[in-house]
């Protein structure tokens, strides 16, 4: 057999996947790449770049892919049809606050706290989801939902434990940690207010106008910032760093949270993020050599049994 045998058994498709299993699929891999991001912020941090240097560094190897793709899509008739002129502005709202606001929270908390930790305190995010689409939108939450919250908060809980045993609880760590949940509440608001947009105009048009928006306004913050900084003193390695934010723990994962929301709503694609912790645990101990404690792995379990919750029909 040759790979072309291969690949055409592997496209015949005869286990589809239903839309609310590839909804979750999708949600998973985003979290997985998002949570990458702690680990590219904190390898930055190591050359002495600024939050807002790094964010604006970010957003200027995401913008040109935004523009690139919208445009492609434009020219393909992806968009045609579709009221994107009467959610323009909603959608930049929303995207300034998942993306540039949420974003800035958090890359200015990781500089008082630990990429684990700084994973883990941004799984708050979740609980305010569930909470604004219970005020805003009268969703009560489903029975599997409220089960899986409470497994997720105790391995939330459980990580958190191992991360700040034999620690003291300092100004620092408060102020990392207040700005973490800053920006989880930031990222919630996206969630819950992006979801009747998308299915006005679907996930593509949506995250480009978000991203660019987001993008947008990063760069205004950047230029009232102090005009001595510059972006071209910092070692290659930055740069790389910036790059790999901007692929993958930028542009590939907010088309695919876009997606996900539109697939299983925000309440399922928001407690999907509570496998970001574990990535991002991995990855640290990789690339950070990080440890790993006995409470750790158990919060590793709790978390695994909650998603698995929301896969259950």
Not at 184 to 192: D, H, N, R
Not at 260 to 279: D, L, N
Request: hydrophobic share 50%; aromatic share 12%.
């Amino acid at each position: 057999m040759n790979i072309t045998h291969y690949f055409r058994l592997a496209t015949r498709r005869r286990i589809p996947l239903a839309p609310s299993s590839l909804g979750l699929l999708f949600a998973l891999l985003a979290t997985a790449l998002f949570s990458l991001k702690g680990i590219w912020i904190k390898l930055a941090y190591q050359h002495g770049i600024d939050p807002t240097s790094l964010m604006t560094l970010r957003m200027a190897f995401s913008l040109p892919l935004y523009v690139g793709l919208g445009l492609w899509w434009w020219q393909q008739g992806h968009f045609t049809h579709k009221p994107i002129a009467s959610h323009l502005l909603k959608a930049a709202a929303v995207g300034i606050s998942g993306y540039y606001l949420a974003s800035y929270l958090d890359l200015s908390g990781l500089q008082y706290v630990s990429a684990p930790l700084e994973r883990v305190v941004l799984y708050a995010y979740p609980s305010f989801t569930i909470i604004l689409s219970w005020l805003i939108y009268r969703q009560k939450p489903q029975r599997l939902v409220v089960f899986a919250l409470p497994l997720s908060w105790l391995s939330v809980a459980m990580m958190m434990w191992s991360e700040t045993k034999g620690q003291m609880v300092n100004q620092d760590l408060l102020l990392g940690t207040g700005l973490v949940i800053a920006s989880a509440f930031s990222f919630a608001c996206y969630l819950v207010f992006s979801k009747t947009i998308v299915s006005q105009i679907g996930s593509q048009a949506f995250t480009c106008i978000a991203m660019i928006a987001a993008s947008l306004a990063i760069f205004v913050h950047f230029s009232l910032q102090d005009s001595s900084t510059q972006l071209n003193h910092y070692a290659p390695s930055v740069y790389g760093y910036a790059l790999c934010m901007a692929l993958f723990s930028t542009v590939i994962p907010s088309f695919l949270f876009s997606e996900a929301i539109h697939r299983i709503g925000a309440q399922k694609t928001a407690i999907s993020g509570s496998v970001g912790p574990i990535f991002t645990l991995l990855m640290a101990c990789y690339l950070l050599e990080h440890s790993v404690s006995w409470g750790q792995i158990l919060g590793i379990g709790l978390v695994v049994a909650a998603v698995t919750l929301l896969n259950r029909k």
